[in-house]
């Protein structure tokens, strides 16, 4: 006698607690409908990360705004002034002040995206101009917050390390 398998066993089963088995004899193609409808509800259902969402929706709201990061680089000090706006633009000054006492400002533009984990920026212009090899375009930082005025971005492509301090809008930041 041939063995029966587990789906034929469920069906007998749903057959003894009075279940109705009449779908079984409908047509195999609209069977087959059925069965592509029902995996791809269940496929949209498991795709409705909400939670994940909002994490990330929440951390981009914070990112969004006027952060500041003052560093050394070789003999200079530099002021970088970094406005993250709601609607995906970015806006970079910096205010670089060499040892002999010069100044130079620049002033880069692009878009932002945060993806859940990192803070994404593409340059559509390096001082007034566009981006041309071999400069790269795009700087990818992995976010981290210390406080609610502060997050910490790591480079891990040029393994570096930066330290942003929120400041009020409209504040002259690059300003000493």
């Not at 984990?117 to 593409?122: A, D, I, P, S, V």
């Amino acid at each position: 006698m041939p063995s029966v398998g587990a789906g034929a066993r469920f069906l007998q089963s749903l057959a003894q607690k009075g279940h109705s088995l009449r779908w079984l004899r409908a047509p195999a193609s609209v069977r087959r409908r059925v069965a592509v409808v029902g995996m791809l509800s269940l496929l949209l259902a498991a795709c409705g990360n909400a939670p994940e969402d909002s994490a990330a929706d929440s951390v981009r709201q914070r990112l969004e705004g006027q952060w500041l990061r003052d560093y050394r680089q070789d003999d200079a000090e530099v002021r970088r002034w970094l406005t993250l706006q709601a609607d995906g633009r970015f806006f970079e000054r910096a205010k670089v002040f060499h040892a002999d006492g010069a100044i130079t400002e620049h002033a880069h533009e692009g878009q932002w995206v945060f993806d859940g984990t990192n803070l994404k920026r593409k340059y559509r212009s390096f001082d007034g101009k566009k981006p041309s090899a071999p400069t790269l375009p795009y700087i990818t930082h992995q976010i981290r917050f210390e406080s609610r005025h502060e997050f910490v971005g790591t480079d891990n492509l040029r393994r570096r390390e930066v330290r942003y301090h929120r400041v009020r809008e409209g504040l002259p930041a690059l300003l000493r």
